[in-house]
């Protein structure tokens, strides 16, 4: 397993607010997921955790979403085989986290 990818996105929308905007937006992130040809499990919140597992090419791609007051923490376990697109995986979340959270 490669290392995971970690992207901290932070906001000043509060702990709540985060929740909220990740919650109403898991529907459209399953369907684009499905449009690419890959899998998704449903999403399970633990405290202000919240747990996902996505299918890519053969591969099984597990990761996080931590909310608190300030930022969100993701982290992203990508098998050896998908770590060469760590770099754009990272920005992707990046750029869409930043659209997500802004306020």
Do not use: H, N
Not at 54 to 63: E, I, K, R, S, Y
């Amino acid at each position: 397993m490669a290392k995971p990818l970690v992207v901290v996105i932070p906001y000043q929308i509060g702990r709540a607010e985060a929740r909220r905007r990740i919650d109403a937006r898991l529907g459209q992130g399953r369907d684009l997921v499905q449009k690419a040809g890959l899998t998704m499990q449903d999403p399970v919140w633990d405290g202000d955790t919240l747990a996902f597992v996505v299918g890519a090419m053969g591969q099984t791609v597990t990761g996080t979403i931590a909310v608190d007051d300030e930022a969100a923490r993701v982290e992203v376990k990508l098998p050896m085989l998908l770590g060469m697109f760590s770099g754009k995986v990272g920005q992707v979340i990046a750029d869409k986290g930043g659209e997500l959270f802004a306020a």
